[in-house]
């Protein structure tokens, strides 16, 4: 099974519809992140939580909200979806451990969910 | 504040030819991290390597090859007898300071032709 899950992997919604994207993990990580990627700007940091009572803004968290449920569990929701937010979203988790002396915070990635608004 | 560029956009090579993925970023920081990921066309993100500020040393893993120069402020990335298989879009990604944020580079998209 896959360390780091997104559902639904694809959607299709109308604009002014809520939309919530959910996030599992079981690599047992504090540290989870959302980012959206859009043809030709790379990825952008949605929101991010370093622990389950930790939650922060990244680059271009107007529009969107998240919850964090648990420790393995992340959920980003869009409250009133727009065209513009139509996007890939992708989730990461990240350990900040050390081992063999060397710093260890890769982020690690889900699947990604399509997302269309119209 | 960050930046990571990837100034070539798109590359097409024929396969078994050598390729070299540019990565040049910006950092006030002493301490950080740079990463590659890539993207193949099904969409999700791999991992590929992590190397620290304060390890120069350049590193190889089969294939690939990074070559890391802080005078220069690169982490280059080189793909030897390129296959249909590395088709996919590179990032190079960022990590510097104390809040474990990546800030990503636009990304190559490489193209390798049989």
């Known amino acids: 099974d896959a360390d780091v899950t997104q559902t639904p992997r694809n959607r299709i919604t109308k604009t002014g519809k809520r939309i919530m994207l959910e996030c599992s993990q079981t690599?047992?990580?504090?540290?989870m992140y959302w980012y959206r990627q859009d043809p030709g700007l790379g990825l952008r940091l949605i929101y991010y939580?370093?622990?389950?009572?930790?939650?922060n803004k990244g680059e271009i968290s107007d529009g969107y909200s998240v919850s964090r449920q648990a420790q393995a569990k992340f959920s980003l929701s869009l409250e009133s979806a727009i065209p513009n937010q139509t996007a890939l979203y992708f989730c990461?988790?990240?350990?900040?451990?050390?081992?063999?002396?060397?710093?260890?915070?890769?982020?690690?990635f889900g699947p990604g969910t399509r997302l269309t608004v119209l | 504040a960050q930046k990571v560029t990837q100034a070539q956009t798109e590359i097409s090579v024929v396969e078994k030819e050598d390729v070299t993925l540019d990565c040049v970023y910006e950092?006030?920081?002493?301490?950080?991290?740079l990463f590659w990921y890539k993207q193949p066309p099904s969409g999700e993100l791999v991992f590929l390597i992590r190397?620290?500020?304060?390890?120069?040393q350049n590193e190889i893993s089969g294939r690939y090859s990074w070559n890391f120069q802080k005078s220069t402020s690169s982490f280059n990335f080189t793909i030897t007898a390129s296959q249909v298989v590395d088709s996919a879009v590179y990032f190079c990604?960022?990590?510097?300071?104390?809040?474990?944020?990546?800030?990503f580079g636009k990304g190559i998209t490489l193209s390798v032709r049989p």
């Open positions: 990461a988790t990240s350990d900040p451990g050390l081992a063999g002396g060397q710093f260890t915070d890769t982020q690690y």
């Open positions: 690599k047992g990580h504090d540290r």
């Open positions: 939580s370093f622990d389950v009572k930790d939650i």
């Open positions: 950092t006030r920081d002493t301490t950080y991290y």
């Open positions: 190397r620290n500020s304060f390890d120069e």
């Open positions: 990604a960022l990590n510097s300071g104390a809040n474990s944020k990546l800030t």
